[in-house]
């Protein structure tokens, strides 16, 4: 087994998952990103919802189910992997830094996105400021994981 510094111990390594899988992953990534920006009235205001095939990006509550459903596959998909990364850990697999960043600013996207489902059930209060400070989060923190992951992918190469 290689390492990557001569005179440290050998570390197991993480599987990667198969293409279609990966492909798979970035497709319900995407779907999240352009039903998460639907949420908000842009492809009304600036016309995509008149492209013919898109008129459906202007309804609020079918990009707001869709986003829930693809949300819900996200989540299989980041504890599926959670789960290879603890047995690849019990193994003797040490994560990178850029692994750890990855991963925390996808726990953070997943808490804010789960506040906010929180936020819409009846009966549940969050205050004006603590609502704001949770959309600009779920909205902030995809456009900080975009670069790391790239970043991150670089450097492995």
């Known amino acids: 087994m290689k390492t990557s510094n001569p005179g440290t111990a050998p570390q197991a390594a993480m599987s990667t998952p198969p293409a279609w899988q990966r492909r798979l992953a970035a497709a319900v990534v995407f779907g999240l990103l352009f039903t998460g920006l639907a ?6 205001r600036y016309y995509l919802a008149d492209v013919p095939g898109f008129a459906w ?10 986003h829930y459903a693809l949300a819900a596959l ?4 980041l504890s599926y992997r959670a789960t290879f990364a603890l047995a690849a850990w019990r193994r003797g697999w040490r994560p990178r830094r850029a692994t750890v960043l990855k991963a925390a600013l996808w726990l953070g ?3 804010t996105g789960l506040a906010r489902v929180a936020k819409n059930t009846p009966g549940f209060f ?5 609502t704001m400070l ?3 989060l779920h909205l902030a ?3 900080v994981l975009a670069p790391v992951a790239l970043l991150a992918r670089r450097n492995r190469r």
Request: glycine letters at 0%; charged letters at 10%.
């Open 39 to 44: 949420q908000m009235p842009i492809f009304k």
């Open 74 to 77: 996200l989540l299989f998909w």
């Open 141 to 143: 923190l995809p456009f």
């Open 57 to 66: 990006t202007a309804d609020f509550y079918a990009t707001h189910r869709m």
């Open 126 to 130: 969050f205050s004006p400021t603590t």
């Open 134 to 136: 949770l959309d600009w």
């Open 109 to 111: 996207i997943v808490a």
